[in-house]
Structures are given as C-alpha cells and as structure tokens.
C-alpha cells in the first residue's frame, strides 16, 4: 500500500471529527478547561504576586539592605562601586544614631533617634508619609527635619518650631506618620527625628567614635517596568556579602518572616494548583480519547483488512489527536486570558491590590504546548495497543474480557511490546518537563513525575484489586443481594467496561484536588493568625521593674488596646566563649564580635514553652522539671539567624557574662521569632531560674486601634515619661493585609482549580456514554424497564465514586502531609468532616455525571441506538 500523506491523514481525521462532534467535545472541553485554569491560575498569580513583591520590599525600602556599625573601608566603597556598575544596581544610605534634642526655647534635653537619609533617593519602595502633606524633598533640608509626633508632646512644640541637634538649630516643617522600613530600622529609646544627610554631617554629630548604625539601601532597577526577580536578588545578596563579610546582609523577604512565609507559601500552592489543573486536563484527555478509540475498533479493523497497516492507522489518530489538542489548547488559552482579567472584578471588594491586566506570552504559549503535549502521550499508549493485532480479534473485543490495558494485560504488553515502554517513558519524562516548565523547577518537575506514576501504578493496583473482591463478594453472597445492585456492581468487571482505568483516573483526580484544598486550608489557617487583629503595633522600651505592675494596671484600663499586653524582661549580658573557646578565637559570618559584647537575654511566660510567636526550628524545648533545674544546669535557646551567623549546633555549651555573674548553658533549640511580637527583641531565651537576680529591663508589645494611638502615646507619656513608646501601627497594617490579599485569592484559585476539576472528571466520566449503547440494548430487549436499567446504573455510579473517592482522599491526606511539613513547613492537621463531606460528593458526581451521559440512552428506542452504531 502507497505512503500516506500527511494531507490524507489530515482529510480522513477531520472527517471523522466532524461526524462526532458531540463525541469530540469532550476532548477539547477537557484539554480548554485544564489549559484555562493553567494559563488562568498563572497569569492572575503571576501579576497579583508582582504586586505583592512591591509590597514587600516597602517593608525594608529596598531588595537589599546592609547593616554595619562602622563606615566603609575604602576597599569596602571600591568593591560596592563595582558592584553597582555591573549590575545596574542603584544605593543610598541611612545612618542611625541617638543623640540628644532640646527646644530653642527650653534647653532642657531629650534623648532622641536620628534618621539621616538621602531624600531624593530614600525610599527606593513605599513612600513616606508627613504631616503636612510635602515631599520628602522639601520637608528634609539642610535646615529642616521631620519629626515623631511625640516628639512635640514631650518638648511642647508645635511644627514650625525650632529644635537643636548638636551645634545647629533646625526647623520643624512635618511631622512623620508612616516610614515603610520602620520594622527594619533602629528601635531606639526617644521620639525619631528624620533628617538628611547633609543636614546630619553640619550638626557634628557624627564623629568618627560615635556609636551609629549605618545601612546601605540596594535597589536593582526594574527592567521593562519589572522589579528584580528573587534569583536575581539572591546573586546579588551573595556579591554584597562576600564584598562585605562582617556586615549584616538581609533581603525583603527577610523584612517580615511573617510576609516572608506568606509568600513562600503561597508560591508553592500556586504553582501545586497549575500542576493539578494540568493533570487533570490530561486525565479527561486519557479517558475520553481511550473511549473514543475503543469504539472506533471496528473501522480500525476494516480499515487494516483493507490492507491498511498500523504505522499508517496511527498516523490519521496522531493527526486527530493533535488539531483536538491544539484546538483545545488555543479555546483554553482564550479562556485563561478572559478568567485572569475576570477574577479581579470577583475580587474587586477584597483586594487592595489591583494586578494589571498584561497578556504574558510565556504562559499563553506554555499553556497550548501543554494542552497539546498531554493529549498526545495520553493518547499514544492506546494507540500502540492495535499494533500487531488481527482485525478479527478487534472485532472480538467486547467478549475477550476487559479491554483496560493497564490492568489485564498490562505485563504482558510491556513485556511484548517495546514501543509501550518507549511510550510509557515518553509518557513520564513529557510530564516531568511540563511539571518543571510550570512550577519552574527541575526538581519539582521530576518529583512530581515520579510521584505521578508512582501513585498511579499505586491506584491501578488497588482498582484491580477492588474489582477483584468485589468479584468474590459478588459471588459469595449469591443472589441475596437486590437484583439491582447486583447487575449494578456486577457491571464494574463486566467485559470491555474500563472500571479500573476509570477508577485510577477519578480516584488520581480526586486525590489532586483534595490535595489542593487540605493545603489551602492549612495555609491560610495559619495565615489567619497572622492577620489577626490584636498583634502588637506599639513598642514599649525600657521599663523599669518598678513601673511594670503600674503599666499593665494602665493598659489594661485603656479601651483601645485589644488583646492582653506582651510585656517581657531583658537581661543585658555578653558572650565570652563557646564551647570553651574564647570570642577572639571565632568566626562569625556577617556579624563583627563587638556585636557579642551586647546580647538580650529573656525567659518566656510559660518555661516549658516558647514565647508567643516563636515557633521551634531544631531541638527541642525544655521540660518544667529541666527549667526547674536550670540554676544548676542553665540551658538556653538560640534565633535561628543568629545561630547560623555564630555557627551554632544543638549540645554546644554558651558561656556568658552578665555584670559580675556569669554562667555556662547548653543549646537546646533554635527557633523563629516573629518580629511582630515583642519576644522577637530577645535572640536568646533562657529558662526564669537561670535569670534570677540579674538586673532587668522591661519591654513591652500592645495592640492598639490603629486610630487611637497617638492618643494612647499621649496617655503613656503623662504617667510614664521615661518609658519610650514605638508606634508601628502602619507599618504593621500593610503587613496585615499584605498577607490578608494572600488568602483571599489563595480561597478563590483553589476553589477555582477544583471547580475546574470538577467539571473534568465530570467530563471524563460521561465519556463513558457511549459504551454503554450496547448495553442498554441488550437490557431493554431483555425486558428490562428504564427505572430498572437506571438503577443499575446508579448503583454502579455510586460504587465506583465511592471506592475511587475514598483511595484518592486516603492519598490526598498522605500528599498534603507531605507537602505541607517537608516542602512549605506548614502544619498539618486531619479534618474528618472535610473529607467525609468530599467523598460523599465525589460520589454524588460519579452518578450525576453517569446520569447526565446516560439519559438519553435510557429515553431511546434499542432500533434507535442499533442504528447509530
């Protein structure tokens, strides 16, 4: 027989299509609907993460911030010079000191926090706000500061007074309400004081043996309107802590753990639902190709009895299969771009954040190839199974016994047939790519490859096995069972029904989207507690034990305040040796070793556990008993930057100095602590019994109404003067709700992922519509009525939702676990309800989509359906 062309092949597959339109439509409609919510979920993520990003470098001002408490070395400025031409990366300072401020008209003093920036260049991200309303430029000049509001209560002064810094008078032109990198800054005793640079060098304050801190602001310039991406900041990073090795390097994502989480996890379940929306699609793709070739058996047979052979069969089907998955693909393409410039109107109530509309090539372009990747290796492995085979046996198929190829026949076919095996790695390491191009990563693609076919070698197995007992049920209870659920049940092994194929396909796609909705939950769950309201947003320094009772006793009196008041002890002291070698003797990575001469002991509220906000990140914390026992044998917990800086481990043994006293403790644990918390001032706890009886100071963390504070300032500085009070209350806001826009489009993707899963493994269900033509023939000659033929039916839909609901969710608990505690360091937790009210509804799919693909058989005359076949 002369070659095919490729033109013929085209002709006689389009032909085919257009006389099984119906048939056909749920071959595109689950490749649209997998692409859609691919492209979708990207497209929307990808832009509304872009403006969380901006929103997280506000936090610090900056994509980099370098902190050191002396200046540059001229090697240091040479090196940051170099770094800044070849990266296009763009710098200012701000330099931080306490000094001492007084009123032009009362030269009584104040010890304040001076803030010196550049203001044509600070801040890099987020602006400040003053009060009038000025530019940074004009409120900061030679001859102007702005100041904390408290600032004026304290010295009586209004804005467009005069105070004194060192030998220069300046004037007051505003007053600061919000700096976006307060959170980072210098929380010092005093009211602030911002001022420039220049402003700064003509007071004299800044001698060369003052005590200031200095951080350099590194801000790599956007490219086509784009900020750095988090690789291109980690490169970065890297260059700046090598050319500075003593400094302390940190990133935005550093700013604010509680962001910095947020963000991490939410990447990581963004990308988790393109990769569900993309196995889904390939899941109705299998089930609905492999129906459609199963039944187009006989015109393969006549067309190989005609001299056709396999090679030039599969041509025409690989023809098909390609304009089905590019047809599918462009109509789900189209549909992603119309649900990422939808989903901000769903959202427009909740979102502070609106992502601009942009079309991005990349995930357009990914989402076709994907729609047409996963349509051809699903649709390959069905195809390789007419080859070599006899037209007489496929005529025979129907009464061969199950015609699932993964299942009865499986080992024999992969032993006979080395293009099944070629196929079926092609079939893997295809997904493995895509996996990687969508969540891109290497590593995540191939994991989640191999867990694919793992889980699914996993679920076939147990689908057979199913079938298997359902078998020998069958036959031992005989005919006590209920004639309907009998045929019902029977139905799931009769020959030429897929039900295993079916089984590990629903069973795969409910376990995907339970997946999704149990890691959703854990995620946002924990997300919830960082958006609660009555975190602390005022700072209260340097309280002296004398005032702590009085100060709990005021603010527990104050309407304002939500929530009870964080009020932790501070035991200054100094590091002498670890493990018996002395500080001089050690290498700290960016932190110079006067940095130890200065160390923040605590103890927490409850001894036999963390303090609030920290959460344990290796080792473990002591017992009651051990922190009963820690005046003889101290142990201590260490943060675990920190840790990593002084290059800690668990066991080693710290000796430390607190004015006269000093003791040696073991490292028990490190931990996280969350900046918003007052314990985070803290980077060593200690149980209560090794502190007692050193010199205390106090500090505290209230949670004010945002609009209250400076009234609640003003409160505590009438009874105490000397207690220094940090509003951070903006700064702490945008925080909230940075993480609060996480989860409410976190809640609506997930929902829109499994809506869109839903209705695919609906689809791949009603593919199921026409083999069951035969069937109902048989059964109405037979004599069977169609409330009969109906319950048999149902009870076949029911079973098999049943059985594949509760393999998948029994994975999907085993898969969120996983993910969770090993990949997003979430907490997991087993929520009965959910997942019984999931496998309910999974069945209640099973028989509604059965029901919807098999209604109009049921209404239709057996000469009827005989006819269209």
């Not at 979920?41 to 002396?70: N, P, Y």
Request: with cysteine; net charge positive.
């Amino acid at each position: 027989m002369a070659a095919l062309r490729f033109s013929t092949a085209t002709r006689i597959a389009l032909r085919e299509i257009r006389s099984s339109r119906v048939k056909f439509a749920f071959v595109i409609l689950s490749v649209a609907i997998g692409v859609g919510a691919l492209t979708g979920v990207r497209g929307f993520s990808a832009s509304f993460r872009r403006e969380l990003l901006l929103q997280a470098r506000s936090i610090m001002a900056a994509d980099i911030s370098v902190r050191s408490t002396q200046p540059l070395t001229k090697d240091e400025s040479a090196s940051l010079a170099a770094i800044g031409k070849s990266n296009g990366v763009e710098q200012t300072d701000v330099t931080e000191l306490l000094s001492m401020a007084s009123s032009t008209a009362s030269f009584d003093p104040l010890l304040v926090a001076l803030k010196a920036v550049d203001p044509a260049k600070y801040p890099f991200y987020g602006r400040v706000e003053l009060s009038p309303n000025l530019s940074l430029s004009s409120a900061l000049t030679q001859d102007t500061v702005a100041v904390a509001d408290d600032l004026l209560i304290r010295l009586h002064l209004h804005v467009g007074d005069s105070i004194r810094l060192g030998n220069h008078n300046y004037r007051i032109a505003a007053t600061v309400q919000q700096e976006p990198d307060r959170l980072s800054g210098m929380f010092a005793a005093g009211p602030r004081v911002l001022l420039s640079q220049q402003a700064l060098a003509q007071s004299g304050l800044l001698a060369p043996e003052s005590h200031a801190t200095r951080r350099y602001l590194f801000r790599m310039k956007p490219t086509q309107g784009k900020v750095a991406s988090d690789s291109e900041v980690a490169q970065l990073r890297a260059q700046l802590e090598q050319a500075l090795p003593e400094a302390q390097v940190q990133d935005y994502r550093e700013a604010s753990p509680a962001v910095t989480k947020t963000l991490d996890g939410a990447t990581g379940l963004l990308s988790l639902m393109s990769l569900v929306a993309l196995v889904l699609g390939a899941v109705g793709v299998a089930m609905s190709m492999r129906a459609h070739l199963q039944q187009r058996m006989e015109s393969i047979a006549i067309m190989k009895s005609m001299g056709a052979t396999s090679t030039q069969v599969m041509k025409i089907y690989v023809v098909q299969t390609l304009l089905l998955g590019l047809a599918g693909g462009i109509a789900g393409a189209l549909l992603g771009l119309g649900v990422q410039a939808v989903f901000p109107l769903f959202l427009a109530r909740l979102l502070h954040i609106t992502p601009h509309f942009t079309i991005n090539a990349g995930s357009v372009a990914l989402g076709i190839a994907a729609g047409l990747l996963t349509t051809l290796l699903f649709t390959v492995p069905p195809l390789l199974d007419i080859r070599g085979v006899r037209p007489i046996l496929i005529l025979r198929r129907n009464v061969e016994g199950s015609d699932d190829p993964f299942v009865a026949r499986l080992t024999s076919k992969l032993r006979s047939s080395g293009a099944q095996i070629i196929a079926s790695l092609a079939l893997i390491a295809g997904l493995a790519a895509l996996a990687a191009a969508v969540s891109d990563s290497r590593a995540v693609g191939g994991f989640f490859a191999a867990g694919l076919a793992l889980v699914l070698l996993v679920l076939l197995a147990m689908s057979a096995l199913t079938l298997k007992l359902l078998r020998i049920f069958l036959r031992s209870t005989g005919m006590s069972l209920p004639s309907s659920l009998r045929h019902g049940l029977a139905n799931l092994y009769r020959p030429g029904n897929p039900s295993a194929a079916l089984l590990a396909a629903l069973g795969l796609g409910v376990m995907q989207m339970g997946a999704v909705y149990f890691v959703q939950r854990a995620v946002v769950e924990e997300m919830q507690i960082s958006t609660s309201a009555r975190l602390p947003n005022l700072f209260l320094l340097d309280i002296s034990p004398r005032e702590v009772d009085g100060l709990r006793t005021l603010l527990s009196s104050q309407p304002s305040i939500k929530g009870e008041p964080e009020i932790l002890p501070v035991v200054g002291s100094r590091l002498i040796a670890v493990d018996g070698t002395p500080v001089a003797q050690l290498h700290f990575e960016h932190m110079p070793k006067r940095a130890m001469q200065s160390l923040n002991l605590t103890w927490a509220p409850q001894d036999d556990a963390p303090p609030p906000g920290d959460t344990i990140t290796a080792g473990e914390w002591w017992t009651l008993a051990q922190a009963n026992d820690a005046a003889r044998h101290p142990v201590i917990a260490v943060e675990r930057e920190q840790a990593r800086r002084m290059h800690l481990s668990i066991g080693q043994h710290l000796t430390l100095a607190a004015q006269d006293d000093q003791l040696t403790a073991t490292v028990a644990a490190f931990f996280d602590a969350d900046s918003r918390h007052a314990y985070s001032r803290a980077s060593f706890i200690m149980p209560k019994a090794s502190l007692t009886g050193l010199p205390v100071i106090w500090y505290g963390g209230v949670h004010c109404e945002p609009s209250q504070t400076a009234m609640l300032r003003r409160v505590l500085y009438e009874h105490y003067p000397t207690v220094t009070v940090i509003d951070v209350a903006a700064t702490v806001e945008t925080v909230r709700q940075v993480i609060l826009q996480v989860t409410y489009v976190i809640q609506f993707l997930a929902a829109f992922s499994i809506l869109a899963g839903v209705i695919i493994l609906a689809s791949a269900i009603a593919g199921k519509r026409y083999r069951r033509m035969r069937e109902v023939v048989v059964l109405k000659t037979l004599g069977g009525t169609r409330a009969r033929i109906a319950s048999i039916f149902s009870w076949e839909f029911a079973v098999l939702g049943l059985v594949s609901g509760f393999v998948g969710l029994v994975f999907a608990n085993i898969l969120a676990r996983l993910l969770l505690v090993h990949a997003m360091h979430f907490a997991y937790s087993f929520h009965i309800t959910a997942t019984l009210l999931m496998w309910i509804a999974t069945a209640a799919l099973a028989v509604i989509a059965g029901w919807a693909a098999s209604f109009r058989i049921l209404g239709q005359k057996p000469l009827e359906v005989l006819r269209e076949e």
